[in-house]
């Protein structure tokens, strides 16, 4: 699984001109699954989302994480983000999951969010979505597991 995450001031997610997934203070995550990948792998970067220390403390350093912060977190499916990008001018999307296990281990990740006490908000899998945001900073980090 793949996430590129922003430390965000807020952003939001709409689909056919309907907010569908708002947040303010947090993390946009815009999440990509491969075809291997599996609940453990969800879980194990969701927990790496909330607790990777983007969040500046007091002292200027970036030591807190959303966790920390009591942030809001926007999990947002973007099948792009696993495209095979080597050669070419096209990309190549052999390696993503199909649309049905995509969704499935995209929504144990959100399941999963849901149990961590945090405002969680989602875009709409498989939708045509604009995303928007103010990123904060910016701060912007590229977070994987195997």
Known sequence: MKALIQRVKQAQVDVAGQTVGQI???ILALVGVERDDTPAQAEKLLQK????RIFTDDGGKMNWSLN???GQLLLVSQF??????QKGNRPGFSKGASPAHGEQIFNDMVQLAKQTGLHIET???GADMQVSLINDGPVTFWLETK
């Open 24 to 26: 303010q203070q947090g």
């Open 49 to 52: 989302i909330c607790r990777y």
């Open 68 to 70: 920390d912060i009591q």
């Open 80 to 85: 792009t983000l696993v495209a095979d990008t």
């Open 123 to 125: 875009g709409q899998f």
